[in-house]
């Protein structure tokens, strides 16, 4: 199937007046939030794991039960609520883990990369037009805020990069839906105590992830919504229907019931699942257009039946030193010194980031001034621990370009740097010293040019 998202690309900078009226609109400080809504002005790198997403699968099972980063604000599963509206408790930090699979799988293909990257390889992170990063396509709190300097967060590059924090904080953002019944959203499961192990009574958390919708937005998720044919077929997940024609929920739902299949094998093994039935009272009434008012007070409802549970999943014990290993970051290259008068190669320069510890490594490169362009700002370095396919062009190492734009170039001569620092990983940053130089003789005697 197609990657049902297209990633941003990076722009490369020409000269003329396009290249003066992109540079002041985008790279000037101040006017950075008019110009791009995305945390990163060009696409980072990423790692992109096994076709048959065992990988993920892996990472979707213990961020389920939150055995990845518990107690983080960020990352870390919260405790799940259940119980009616007037004894709502925190419960157990545990999520069906099937859940996290198919919306993974209707979000990007279960993939963190755009869809030139091999698997087992690194290339471009897929990002959505609206900033939706990865796998679970988070989109939350990757625009603002940002960091120092109005630069992307060690939060954003992980989310961005890495496989095991997009997951996690997908998760996390999936359980904050649930929680934000009954104060805003309506409650599932009125007669199972909303007990968060059934999967049923994650269907208004599941609307809400796409985006808690009805009649009159650009995109309803209201299953009762005029726009969708009633009764409807279920939705089979194999790309032989629109999408538009089916509210959100009832996607994930399909894709639940019915896998993707890739070389001919499922993905995961089918999960039963019920859908509420809309020619019910119990499911009608409450899930009527009419009903549906913020802060939803009438439309609870009942456990669809037959009801399902996920089993337990079997999460190791050294899953997350695993998963995340032991980053070591190390930067080679020597001081740049950059030549506008001497063509491409005189012109840039290149850094290689390496990892010589274990796991994924993420880094972001941040310019001190907006006249030094760095390519890609964020990326990972592979250990030797990773799979990394050398056959389909998969590389350990990372290479920052380093260029100019003269437009913003303060005068001919000009110093700045780049630090690089790993998102993920302990250690000072590295701070890479750039000197650019873009006075030189023109021919005519007493003139000179900067570009």
Sequence with gaps: MRRAWKALRGFGLAGGLMAAVWALAVLTPGLRDHAAACAFLRTPQTYEAD??????????????VDAIFPGD?????PAIEVGGRANRVAGPKQMPPSLLRSIGWIESNLTMATQSVPFQSTGPALVSFDCGHGIMQITTGMTVPLGNNNQPTASQSNIATHYVYNIARGAAMLAEKWNQAPELRPVAGTDTNSSAAIIENWYFAVWAYNGFTGPGANISNHPMDPVFSNPREAWRCDGSQSRARFPY???????????????????????AVTRPNLSLPQFFQPLSVANFEFPYLRMDIPTPQPAHTDPAPNVPGDFRARALGAPVPAETGPPVSLRLDGGATASRATVTVTNSGTGILVWSAVPSANWIIVEPPAGVSLGADVACNASVGCARTSTITISVNPVLLPQAMAQGSVTIAGSNAAGAP????????ADFDTGASGTSRAY
């Design 73 to 77: 604000p960020t990352f870390g599963l």
């Design 51 to 64: 076709v048959r997403r065992t990988t993920y699968f892996a990472a979707m099972d213990a961020a389920a």
């Design 249 to 271: 929920q009832e996607i994930v739902w399909g894709c639940l019931q019915s896998p993707p299949t890739t070389s001919g094998q499922r993905l995961w093994a089918p999960v």
């Design 430 to 437: 590295v701070v890479v010293p750039i000197s650019v130089q």
